[in-house]
């Protein structure tokens, strides 16, 4: 019964308590969508196993997940790149090293983070290119760590 | 002491509880997620066409600025401040709520999303003591993973729950949750609310009992049952009075009716297979326009729900709901029934069989006169333009918002001379932030 396929009639039965509301075109979608009436079993079904899933493995937390893209080449020794997209997930708490993603300065920017000085009461933003500045926030004004980046896309052909 | 009911009699380890979850200023919130540099700053959100303020932050709030002022008037009445003003954006509104009920959905053993901005949660199953830590962790996991704040409200009531809500929302000290659950805190919280703030009173019968005396929700539930039935005569208002006495009165179906529409059936039988379900839930979606046009009204938000059978320990569970704006806020069958059958798409599971499906539409409002024709169902004419719309939808979902637009999806321009190019140039919003949940090109940019 796994791969129970519906037929003409048992589709018609099962809408037997349903108020059909257009006759005409409730029949047509039906006559569009059910060519699968007669089916073989196949025997390959035994050995049927869900097909690998990005979304499904690699979001973990979906309602927490976002996306963005990277300007600049800020983090470019960490082999983070112009025109690269990474996810966030905000479910994910950054730890030391983390590469995060905090506003700062009245914009989003995409960091290390660096908690070395937090008992002196200052926390520092990294960059992974020397031509760019350490940022040390010891305000929490008009700052905020937003989420941890955990994956790099990179398309390397058109889609 | 009401009349009745003593709460601490119901309070018993198996007795139900209910929640609310209701976003704080919901559609700030939204438009705060991605920019937090506006935390503590006054924030307007305006209607549809930029005319009136439809959201407030509590920093708009405490200057003064009412629910309704014209847009134009702003400046007029607050000359000096910096007040951030947002067009409404309810593709980012319908995305960012869903996330909150989703995370709502995972950490309930039932719930029933009212509205936008408010959601019914069904506790059975958690035990009472427990209860407080359990909403205080929901707010904390909905603020830290979605970035927007709750408030909760907890009690063997709805009614009560939307009042504890309301107290939950209003002070600090109850971490975001608040839970009516012993006589003392239920008394002290009616006597806290007027009796227009009470959930299922509105303006007529409230105005009606103040007239005679009660000014606010304890003023009423201390009143005798049989006053409340000879003086009204309705059963609405017996029930909230019974519900502000503890007694659970007010039935759930009741829900449904109010600030959604909703379609759904269980099967007779179960339904493994896409196409199948494709059939209901078009007719659920074709019956929900029609409620919709009925009362000449338009939904801005489809909703499809999908259940296994959860009696049928032996089969695998899955459960989802999802949701979609519309790009128009709309009554018509086609477009209900294309979002629909979009959102059945991305929450069908194949190797499941499925019980029930339902469709609920949301953020209705009045019918507006940028409404399209409404032209009537033709089968064929449906399915070749569902297969032209999944073409131009990836297009613009791949390289922006609207670089293809349909004949029929040209509008007036606003100025009413000749037609805009896009949807977006045919309605005023000035102010409209991006879609970084929804649009590629709008992703969040990180330097």
């Known amino acids: ?159 | 002491m009401g009349y009745g009911y003593s709460l601490d009699s119901h309070f018993r380890k198996d007795i139900e509880m209910y929640g609310i979850a209701d976003l704080d200023n919901c559609y700030v919130s939204c438009e705060r997620v991605f920019r937090p540099d506006l935390k503590g700053v006054p924030v307007v959100v305006l209607s549809n066409n930029d005319g009136c303020v439809v959201a407030r932050s509590n920093e708009a709030k405490a200057m003064g600025i009412k629910e309704g002022t014209p847009y134009f008037q702003l400046e007029q009445q607050f000359p000096g401040h910096k007040i951030a003003v947002f067009s409404s954006n309810y593709e980012l509104y319908g995305e960012l709520t869903g996330r909150v009920v989703s995370i709502i959905r995972q950490e309930t053993p039932a719930y029933f999303r009212y509205s936008i901005d408010e959601c019914f949660m069904y506790l059975d199953g958690i035990e009472l003591d427990h209860l407080q830590k359990w909403g205080e962790n929901l707010h904390k996991r909905v603020k830290r993973e979605v970035g927007m704040p709750i408030s909760i409200g907890l009690a063997p009531t709805k009614t009560l729950a939307k009042i504890a809500s309301k107290l939950a929302k209003k002070y600090e000290v109850y971490k975001h949750c608040c839970m009516i659950d012993n006589d003392y805190k239920r008394e002290k919280a009616l006597e806290w609310c007027p009796i227009e703030d009470v959930w299922g009173i509105g303006r007529r019968y409230a105005a009606k009992l103040q007239s005679l005396g009660v000014k606010t929700a304890l003023d009423f539930a201390k009143h005798h049952k049989d006053w409340v039935r000879l003086t009204f005569n309705n059963i609405n208002i017996v029930r909230t009075w019974q519900e502000l006495n503890g007694e659970d009165a007010v039935p759930n179906e009741e829900l449904a009716k109010k600030k959604s529409i909703c379609t759904s059936r269980s099967f007779n039988g179960m339904i493994p297979d896409i196409e199948g379900l494709r059939t209901h839930v078009s007719n659920y979606a074709a019956r929900c326009a029609e409620k919709l046009r009925q009362q000449n009204t338009v939904a801005s938000i489809v909703g499809v729900f999908l259940n296994t059978n959860a009696f049928r320990e032996d089969l695998a569970q899955y459960w989802n709901f999802q949701e979609r704006p519309l790009i128009t806020p709309s009554s018509s069958t086609i477009t209900i029934i294309q979002t629909a059958n979009d959102v059945l798409q991305s929450i069908y599971r194949p190797g499941h069989q499925y019980k029930k499906a339902g469709v609920i539409v949301m953020g209705i409002g009045p019918d507006s006169p940028i409404q399209q024709d409404l032209f009537d169902i033709n089968a064929e004419q449906f399915q070749k333009m569902r297969r032209l719309d999944e073409v131009v939808d990836r297009i613009n979902r791949m390289h922006g918002s609207e670089t293809i637009v349909l004949g029929s999806q040209q509008y007036t321009k606003k100025d009413g001379k000749g037609k805009a190019d896009v949807f977006a140039n045919a309605i005023k919003h000035d102010f409209k932030s991006k879609n970084p949940t929804t649009r590629w090109a709008d992703i969040i940019k990180l330097h």
């Not at chain 1, 990294?126 to 980046?149: C, Q, S």
Request: cysteine-free.
């Open chain 1, 1 to 159: 019964m796994r791969n129970f396929v519906p037929n003409f009639r048992n589709v018609y039965e099962i809408m037997g308590n349903i108020k059909i509301i257009r006759g005409v075109f409730d029949t047509k979608l039906e006559l569009e969508h059910a060519g699968i009436a007669a089916g073989f079993p196949s025997p390959a079904d035994d050995y049927r196993h869900e097909t690998l899933d990005f979304n499904r493995d690699y979001i973990r937390h979906p309602e927490a997940s976002f996306y963005g893209d990277v300007e600049g080449d800020s983090m470019r020794d960490a082999g983070l790149l112009d025109g690269d997209r990474v996810i966030i997930d905000r479910a994910v708490e950054p730890h030391h090293g983390s590469i995060v993603v905090a506003w700062w300065d009245g914009g989003f920017t995409m960091k290390f983070l660096d908690l070395t000085h937090r008992k002196d009461g200052y926390i520092e933003l990294r960059p992974a290119n020397p031509d760019y500045p350490v940022f040390k926030v010891d305000d929490p004004n008009n700052f905020e760590i937003w989420g941890t980046v955990i994956h790099l896309i990179r398309t390397f052909e058109k889609i």
